[in-house]
């Protein structure tokens, strides 16, 4: 099945803890992108990568690192969350940017 | 810097009726358009896009847009609601030429009224 999987789904940490959320994508997508989702302030681009080692800054990178060592991975890392982290995460992959993206089940995160 | 807007939060339509969802955007050029559909616990799904063509676009579930130029707007549009349409709905930007950042509005809940 097609798909895009993240992992954790959810996750309560510390501020300053160091966090890895993996994603993963099973349709060869050269495009993959982080989003977080707000309450009032809809989906924001973090970061997207348009191939392997290529990757570029959305709307709101502060804060976060991303890296793409092959097509199928996109780990989002938090160095050291803070509390205004606390957010929806959502991966996203598709063949190019003028088409669809497939969107993953999203990663709830609650830093403290 | 490109934006979408979204000016409703909240479009309450009864069932059977039509429904629109509104949405205008500002790009340098000629844009790409997007409608995603985000229901409760899930992850967004792909409605339908304006790339070039022709303005009225036609996508899943029965939904559709039409894209206008002189008003920048890309009007996510039913004629007739079903409850199960009940969701946010996302509007999405990109430029035709330039980076590949992929730009959401704030989001629009649909509630249909049985």
């Known amino acids: 099945e097609a798909q895009v999987t993240q992992n954790p789904r959810y996750l309560i940490t510390v501020t300053g803890k160091k966090l890895t959320v993996t994603c993963s994508q099973n349709?060869?997508?050269?495009?993959m992108s982080w989003y977080r989702q707000d309450p009032g302030l809809g989906l924001r681009q973090i970061y997207y990568?348009?191939?392997?080692?290529?990757?570029d800054k959305g709307d709101v990178p502060e804060g976060y690192k991303v890296s793409r060592k092959e097509k199928r991975n996109f780990p989002l890392i938090l160095e050291s969350p803070s509390p205004n982290q606390t957010s929806l995460y959502f991966c996203?992959?598709?063949?190019?940017?003028?088409?669809?993206?497939?969107f993953g089940p999203g990663t709830r995160l609650t830093v403290t | 810097a490109q934006s979408v807007a979204q000016p409703e939060d909240q479009v309450n339509v009864a069932e059977g009726n039509p429904l629109t969802v509104k949405c205008t955007y500002s790009?340098?050029?000629?844009?790409?358009l997007f409608w995603y559909v985000q229901y409760p616990n899930r992850g967004l799904q792909f409605l339908l896009k304006?790339?070039?063509?022709?303005?009225l676009v036609k996508g899943s579930y029965g939904f559709e847009a039409e894209f206008n130029k002189s008003q920048t707007s890309f009007h996510l549009k039913k004629p007739s609601a079903l409850v199960s349409d009940s969701a946010l709905y996302f509007c999405?930007?990109?430029?035709?030429?330039?980076?590949?950042?992929?730009?959401f509005g704030t989001g629009t809940r649909l509630t249909i009224i049985p």
């Open positions: 996203a992959s598709s063949l190019g940017t003028p088409v669809e993206q497939y």
């Open positions: 990568s348009m191939n392997v080692e290529v990757t």
């Open positions: 790009v340098s050029g000629n844009p790409y």
């Open positions: 999405a930007v990109r430029a035709y030429f330039g980076n590949e950042k992929l730009t």
């Open positions: 304006y790339i070039t063509g022709d303005n």
């Open positions: 349709m060869n997508h050269e495009y």
